[in-house]
């Protein structure tokens, strides 16, 4: 069940991971929210869907799947859009995203950006 008395951010990227530092600027706001006691939603929009790939092994980057796994153990909600993300190969029945991920509709990011107290949107 859901605490409605916490404020809720929403973050929605755009950007592949290690392309840009948005990735990291998302992880770094949505880390310091869930601290300020914040419920904290990152809705992964075109090719941002590539962030919570399973089995990355970036050699001069931090490894952006497992930061956002460690966010959801904090308790943020992550979700990548359905037809994005099959677009750039990532399958509903594969799981080839890091576990706790959810592939849905942009539908659910509707209903996040009507509850939220904050949106931000991160991306070119």
């Known amino acids: 069940m859901e605490d409605n008395s916490q404020k809720m951010l929403t973050i929605v990227l755009t950007e592949g991971p290690y392309r840009s530092q948005y990735a990291d600027i998302a992880y770094e706001i949505a880390s310091s929210a869930l601290y300020k006691k914040y419920r904290v939603n990152i809705f992964l929009y ?45 399958s509903c029945t594969q799981k080839s995203y890091i576990p706790g991920i959810t592939i849905t509709s942009v539908y659910e990011l509707a209903e996040w950006i009507k509850k939220s107290h904050r949106v931000i949107s991160l991306g070119d």
């Open 46 to 90: 075109m090719d941002a869907t590539h962030i919570p790939k399973k089995e990355q092994n970036p050699h001069s980057f931090p490894n952006v799947a497992q930061k956002f796994r460690k966010l959801m153990k904090q308790g943020a909600k992550i979700r990548a859009c359905v037809r994005c993300a099959t677009a750039r190969g990532h």
